[in-house]
């Protein structure tokens, strides 16, 4: 059945997407335990749905406490204590707070009170028991039905506060899935007491793919934006700590060497076997003082335009002195920067990719392609024997 193998895909990922925020050292944060643990309540609503599909509650009693623990109100609002606490709003720890789990806590002890008076009803005189039961069941399905779109409401409000653009994006991405899922889900609640036609599968169907993509979402937008946070503070740190080496100004003009015309590299390719060659030094220059090999982007054009010079002469320089190409010269600088901040003791908190990626490689794989290239070690083993 293609809904219980979706339910249980989304039932797996999401326990596993939830340990990784929970355990990982790279995403592990206060602002993400709450993600972790909505995802996790998600998880557990659907693994309450295929218990009630396959009617395993029926056949192994002991497994009601999953039903009796309903997280489908807690979700909406452990999202919202998430992008709180993402937006950095300053009373995001206030006690008042708290409030929002009050229907959750009703939700538990209805679903007690209901299965305390369905073992009971033939043993006890249980009618105003069961009377206030079904008051309670009213009085909570009324606080459900307003209180999720007004956590919604609430939520994308909080959104807005946001002053990051990539974030205030994600967020809104995944406050737009979220609104998908549970208003199918308050949909389905509310049409199925009226309707007698079978909707629920639909809605389920509907649910599934939308949790999956909650899923997705919220481990590719926390992975994205833990990397770009890192990013920004090891720039800082590079541009303001002591330890490093102050970056010093070009002492060569530019605007002079761009004033060689191509024509004249022919008579400069007569010194191009030396390193006392303008071109050549003036690179050198560009790549200690202003490191601009730590630009993802940066490729033969780039450096050319900087030195006045064709992109051919420019690979031609660098071959005719330094016996390597293009590639090998700027990434061994990246490799060399990333060795320093990777020894360097204000950098241990930050992951060894964002440390990577900061030095110029424009992505995980050639940054550790390159590392273990050049160095003989992986930039975990090079971090390992360096402490």
Same mark, same amino acid.
């Given at each position: 059945?293609?809904?219980?193998?979706?339910?249980?895909?989304?039932?797996?990922?999401?326990?596993?997407?939830?340990?990784?925020?929970?355990n990982?050292p790279?995403?592990?944060?206060k602002?993400?335990?709450?993600?972790?643990?909505?995802?996790?309540?998600?998880?557990?609503?659907?693994?309450n749905?295929?218990?009630?599909?396959?009617e395993l509650?029926?056949?192994y009693?002991?497994?009601?406490?999953?039903?009796?623990?309903?997280?489908?109100?807690?979700f909406?609002?452990?999202?919202?204590?998430?992008?709180i606490?993402?937006?950095?709003?300053?009373?995001?720890?206030?006690?008042?707070i708290?409030?929002?789990f009050?229907?959750f806590i009703l939700?538990?002890?209805?679903?007690?009170?209901?299965?305390?008076d369905?073992?009971?009803?033939?043993?006890?005189?249980?009618?105003?028991?069961?009377?206030?039961?079904?008051?309670l069941?009213?009085?909570?399905?009324?606080?459900?039905?307003?209180?999720i779109?007004?956590?919604?409401?609430?939520t994308?409000?909080?959104?807005?506060?946001s002053?990051?653009?990539?974030?205030?994006?994600?967020?809104?991405?995944?406050w737009?899935?979220?609104?998908?899922?549970l208003?199918?889900?308050l949909?389905?609640v509310?049409?199925?007491?009226?309707?007698?036609?079978?909707?629920?599968?639909?809605?389920?169907?509907?649910?599934?793919?939308?949790?999956?993509?909650?899923?997705?979402?919220?481990?590719?937008?926390?992975?994205?934006?833990?990397?770009?946070?890192?990013k920004?503070?090891?720039?800082?740190?590079?541009?303001?700590?002591?330890?490093?080496?102050?970056?010093?100004?070009?002492?060569?003009?530019?605007?002079?060497?761009?004033?060689?015309?191509? $024509?004249?590299?022919?008579t400069?390719?007569?010194?191009?076997?030396?390193s006392?060659?303008?071109?050549?030094?003036?690179?050198?220059?560009?790549?200690?003082?202003?490191?601009?090999?730590?630009d993802?982007?940066?490729?033969?054009n780039?450096?050319?335009?900087?030195?006045?010079?064709?992109?051919?002469y420019?690979?031609?320089?660098?071959?005719?002195? $330094?016996?390597?190409?293009?590639?090998?010269?700027?990434?061994?600088?990246?490799?060399?920067?990333?060795?320093?901040?990777?020894s360097?003791?204000?950098f241990?908190?930050?992951?060894?990719?964002?440390?990577g990626?900061?030095?110029?490689?424009?992505?995980?794989?050639?940054?550790?392609?390159?590392?273990?290239?050049i160095?003989g070690?992986?930039?975990?083993m090079?971090?390992?024997t360096?402490?």
């Amino acid at each position: 059945m293609i809904e219980l193998t979706l339910l249980n895909i989304a039932i797996f990922q999401g326990i596993v997407i939830s340990f990784i925020l929970l355990n990982s050292p790279f995403f592990k944060s206060k602002t993400n335990q709450y993600l972790a643990f909505a995802i996790l309540s998600l998880s557990w609503s659907l693994l309450n749905l295929v218990m009630d599909i396959t009617e395993l509650f029926s056949e192994y009693p002991l497994l009601k406490f999953i039903d009796i623990v309903d997280s489908a109100v807690l979700f909406p609002v452990l999202i919202l204590l998430f992008v709180i606490h993402q937006v950095r709003y300053p009373q995001k720890n206030s006690k008042k707070i708290l409030w929002l789990f009050l229907p959750f806590i009703l939700s538990v002890f209805y679903s007690i009170l209901d299965e305390i008076d369905t073992s009971t009803q033939a043993n006890l005189n249980s009618s105003f028991f069961s009377l206030f039961s079904t008051v309670l069941g009213f009085l909570l399905f009324l606080i459900t039905l307003f209180f999720i779109p007004i956590v919604l409401l609430k939520t994308y409000q909080f959104i807005q506060l946001s002053k990051d653009k990539q974030e205030k994006k994600w967020l809104t991405y995944l406050w737009l899935f979220e609104f998908i899922f549970l208003t199918s889900w308050l949909l389905t609640v509310v049409l199925s007491m009226f309707i007698e036609y079978e909707i629920t599968s639909l809605m389920h169907i509907i649910a599934v793919f939308t949790s999956l993509l909650i899923h997705w979402v919220a481990y590719a937008g926390v992975y994205k934006l833990k990397l770009a946070n890192e990013k920004k503070k090891i720039k800082e740190l590079i541009s303001n700590s002591s330890k490093l080496e102050e970056v010093k100004t070009v002492s060569y003009d530019l605007g002079l060497s761009k004033k060689i015309e191509k $024509t004249n590299e022919t008579t400069i390719k007569t010194s191009i076997t030396s390193s006392e060659n303008i071109h050549y030094q003036t690179l050198e220059a560009l790549c200690s003082n202003q490191k601009i090999y730590m630009d993802s982007t940066l490729d033969r054009n780039k450096v050319a335009d900087m030195l006045g010079i064709s992109p051919s002469y420019v690979s031609q320089l660098i071959n005719s002195i $330094t016996n390597e190409n293009f590639s090998t010269y700027i990434n061994t600088f990246r490799v060399e920067e990333a060795k320093k901040l990777i020894s360097n003791k204000e950098f241990d908190n930050y992951s060894l990719l964002s440390i990577g990626l900061e030095c110029g490689f424009p992505s995980k794989a050639t940054y550790y392609n390159w590392f273990k290239k050049i160095t003989g070690m992986t930039p975990n083993m090079y971090r390992k024997t360096h402490k």
